[in-house]
């Protein structure tokens, strides 16, 4: 478990680099990125290299005993780039062309471009890929990140139409695929065809999916161009790229499947006031980030790196960027940092070292002040790299979960794309609800792709596989897991239609049940059974030859049963999801304990941890501490049973 720092050397005299370095050793600080951004100083003008600066600044570092994560600067080409290629600038869905004096302003499918950044990688590679304190590179800074996957430009069109006329056989092919008969949307050649956006009111759902598959694949090809050159010249090295937490809008797993590791970025403060936390919520975790947060993203990503996951950036205190930038309790920088070597985590690095004091994230906290002296996340990174040392020789690796939650992709958008209404109904906010449960429950979740291997798990969870998907219905029918699907699973063709078979499509393989309608309810609407349980924001109407397990006043049934395989057809609040989710923990002999809303435990290896998210003291019980098998001779590796808000506790299983 190493810590890390993200660090600019260009933005600081040269003569406070070694202080710097040092400083980072007191720290406990053994990696360093850095580089990601400086592209303006290592090519000031076309082709005229400017490479001896960042060498004297990795080597200073290296002098200090540190290790380097170098990035390619591709995020922020300089405006002499811009000016040469115009044509690189993303296009915004208002055909508005993306400005220079930010970042992210670069169009994917600009070829131009792709081969701007072939050279300046290579040229990176090439003088810096044998550098011993290189041990990973970074592939520009998080994809997707202030809204730039999609881009609209004539660029993009073009590689979209050759795209569709790869993928389809003939134009008539893809005439009935998107079912354009509908409103005389028919084409006859592929450069007909143009972006699903300027529409007078919504584009077809059909050609909305396309295009967003069509630039996840964009950008996995762009990553990996980055990724061959710089196995070609910088061997041995891990290649990892930093994801953004809560980012759906490209695929995942498919990008990361060219990395050695899937990092990414965690700041638990900005998402829960930004990214759909309920009200109540952000009131109680305001200071700490909600409580599954984190863990919902390391799960992810740990099965995006296939076993290895980093993080990259750690919130260190307020951040800039979200509706509103608390400061953390004191203690959450520590949490976070352990959180996340408990659910796998090989590095944990935070963002960044000394908060700048010019341009635009001159409000973003730092570990250190402006003025080089430690802010709070200093100390608590230090106590962190402290505490690391009184767990060494304890197993921690990561076994896997009884439990799958599968996470979709193209389903999210699937889903995303077309709902009646039912501006409730967010189909990540619901996945993560259906997580959050289950870690309240006590017990290790994996989160993996529909994909994925599936053997071995108890209980297999389908929350947003809203693609008829013939292939995983296979594997579900050969597993011998419990598998429950939410709503909407099977919902849609690969072309965003209504299965011919109706709802859950192909997968009526495994329960006999159709979808016959749907609604979405309001925000004050919540339904419930006669066995009490309640729903919000969506519920199906089934029809079956046998009876739900529970019945709705108006005779709609809730939950249909075939032996292992379960269909709940509505979103069960938070209540019923928990007793929904237990019976099946109970019918598959998976052990749990109900750890209430704050407190969370996490396993890795023989390692146990214990952290408290809550607003008020807890102290762990016996029966908490024997489910998780401390034993009173090995005791409490870190902490002790009563855990103040924001603290910690570690303990060796038996
Ligand atoms: C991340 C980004 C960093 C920095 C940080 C601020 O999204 O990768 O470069 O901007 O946010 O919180």
Known sequence: MKIGVCYYPEHWPESRWALDAKHMTDLGISMVRVGEFAWSRLEPAAGYYQFDWLQ?????????????????????????????????????????????????????????????????????????????????????????????????????????????STKYNGIEALNLAW????????????????????????????????????????????????????????????IVHNFMGNFIDFDHFDVADDLDVASWDNYPLGFLTRDGTDASDQQTYLRTGHPDSSSFHHDLYRSCGKGRMWLMEQQPGPVNWAPFNPSPLPGMVRLWGWEAFAHGAEVVSYFRYRQAPFAQEQMHA????????????????????????????????????????????????AARIQQPGGQNYDP??????????????????????SAAKLDNYKLIVMSNCTVSDTALSNKLAKCDAQVIMFPRTGSKT???????????????????????RVETLPNAIRMTTNNQATVVDWRERIEANFPAEDVFDD?????????????????????????????????????????????????????????????????????LLKHYGFSEKTGFSLGQPALKPADIGAWRTN
Request: aromatic fraction near 10%.
């Open 366 to 413: 730092g570990l250190c002040l402006p003025d080089g002296i430690d802010d709070d996340a200093a100390r608590e990174v230090k106590t962190l790299g402290e505490e690391i040392k009184l767990l060494a020789g304890i197993d921690t690796n990561m076994q896997q979960a009884s439990i799958a939650l599968l996470f979709d992709y193209a389903g999210d958008q």
């Open 56 to 164: 004297r600044a990795i080597d200073t570092l290296h002098n200090a005993g540190l290790k380097v994560i170098l990035g390619t600067p591709t995020a922020t080409p300089p405006a002499w780039l811009i000016k040469n290629n115009p044509d690189m600038l993303a296009v915004d869905e208002h055909g508005q062309m993306r400005g220079f004096g930010s970042r992210r302003h670069y169009c994917f499918s600009s070829e131009p471009y792709r081969r701007e950044c072939e050279r300046i990688v290579t040229a990176l590679a090439k003088h810096f890929g044998e550098h011993p304190a290189i041990c990973a590179w970074q592939t520009d800074n998080e994809y997707g990140c202030h809204d730039t996957t999609i881009s609209y430009s004539e660029s993009a069109l073009a590689a979209f139409q050759h795209w569709c």
């Open 555 to 623: 005779g709609w049934g809730f939950h249909y049963r075939n032996s292992r395989i379960h269909y709940i057809n509505a979103c069960p609040d938070r209540q019923t999801l928990l007793a929904l989710l237990a019976a099946r923990l109970d019918e598959c002999n998976i052990p749990y304990v109900d750890l209430g809303p704050g407190l969370r435990v996490a396993v890795r290896g023989k390692l146990a941890m214990a952290f408290n998210y809550g607003p008020n003291p807890v102290t762990l019980s016996d029966h």
């Open 428 to 449: 990540l906010v619901f996945t993560q609800r259906i997580y959050s449960v289950l870690r309240q429950l006590g017990v290790s979740v994996d989160l993996v792709s």
């Open 494 to 516: 690969a072309e965003c239609s209504i299965p011919d078979q109706l709802p859950p499509g192909v997968f009526q393989n495994l329960i006999d049940i159709k979808v016959t």
């Open 179 to 238: 079912g354009n008969v509908f409103w005389s949307m028919e084409y006859k050649t592929f450069e007909e065809i143009g972006v699903p956006v300027g529409t007078v009111t919504e584009s077809n759902p059909a050609h909305r999916l396309a295009y967003w598959r069509f630039s996840s694949e964009q950008i996995k090809t762009f990553n990996k161009l980055q990724v061959d050159i710089l196995r070609q010249h910088s061997p041995g090295r891990d």
